[in-house]
């Protein structure tokens, strides 16, 4: 009788449990890379503070380029908000190379294809919600 009761009550609990951890997988797509050399980082990131900053993404990913056209996925997401910044680093020089001004030279991008006109976009901008499985297309510029 101890014992149906305590599945009766556990039971529950571990679907529940499985609900609020649900986990995702992001893909993600880029296309219009200017060469098929070097490497292309993709920056995930869950949140706003941070957001664009050396060593404050959520995950990270540097990725060969063999193609112009590559895929990415990143497992096990937590359902939630995020916001991805991509670069093609083409010499693969580990930076992203920019002119006297601080645009960047290499082919960069972020999700929601946000364009950047003066400045760099805030977490708002770019932001997309992830609930399961998930497709992003980002065209770098």
């Known amino acids: 009788m101890k014992k149906t009761l305590t599945y009766l009550f556990v039971t529950p609990l571990l679907f529940f449990y499985c609900e609020l951890s649900a986990q995702s997988n992001?893909?993600?797509n880029l296309d219009n890379l200017k060469t098929n050399t070097g490497f292309v980082e993709i920056g995930?990131?869950?949140?706003?503070?941070?957001?664009?900053?050396?060593?404050q993404h959520f995950r990270k990913k540097r990725v060969k380029v063999t193609k112009k056209?590559?895929?990415?996925?990143?497992?096990?997401?937590?359902?939630?908000?995020?916001?991805?910044?991509?670069?093609?680093?083409?010499?693969?020089?580990?930076i992203t190379d920019?002119?006297?001004?601080?645009?960047?030279?290499?082919?960069?991008?972020?999700s929601n294809n946000f364009r950047p006109?003066?400045?760099?976009?805030?977490?708002?901008?770019?932001?997309?919600?992830?609930?399961?499985?998930?497709?992003?297309?980002?065209?770098?510029?």
């Open 69 to 94: 056209q590559i895929s990415y996925t990143f497992t096990d997401i937590p359902d939630g908000d995020y916001a991805i910044a991509v670069y093609h680093d083409e010499n693969a020089n580990g």
């Open 26 to 28: 992001l893909t993600v």
């Open 117 to 141: 006109k003066i400045s760099a976009p805030t977490f708002e901008q770019v932001k997309f919600s992830v609930n399961g499985n998930e497709n992003i297309d980002i065209s770098l510029i």
């Open 98 to 110: 920019k002119n006297f001004w601080g645009i960047p030279q290499e082919r960069y991008g972020f």
């Open 44 to 55: 995930l990131f869950n949140k706003e503070k941070g957001f664009l900053k050396e060593n």
